[in-house]
């Protein structure tokens, strides 16, 4: 997805945690609490959720993993770079072999919802 936003500009507004919530409708309603090592924690529908973040990086490399007690893993894997003056960001789901197409494709239009979301947000900041 091309982003009219300059790539240093992006990577920094994605790389911190906390910005996670201003884009992300369907996951994050609670405050995310540090639980060290680029590891934050929240609550899902009452449930506890870990989120790890790739530290940060000269490679625009923005990997998110997501697990918990009661929650299936998700991973995603997320890359800005340079595109002219603005950046492309690519993010990469893959469906775990225990899930149906059905969720996975439920899954994958909650991300592209996000990802719109993402554009539009940080296009007009």
Known sequence: MAIDRPCPDVYAFLSDPGSLVLW?????????????????????????VSIRFTPPNDFGVLDIHLSGPDIAERYY?????????????????LQRPDEDDAHFASECEW?????????SYLEVR
């Open 24 to 48: 992300t409708g369907g996951l994050i309603h609670a405050p995310l609490l540090p639980a060290g090592n680029a590891v934050w924690t929240t609550r899902y529908e009452g449930k506890s």
């Open 77 to 93: 894997r997320v890359r800005v770079f340079p595109n002219g003056e603005g950046t492309e960001l690519c993010c990469t789901l």
């Open 111 to 119: 991300l592209r919802v996000d990802l719109k979301v993402l554009k």
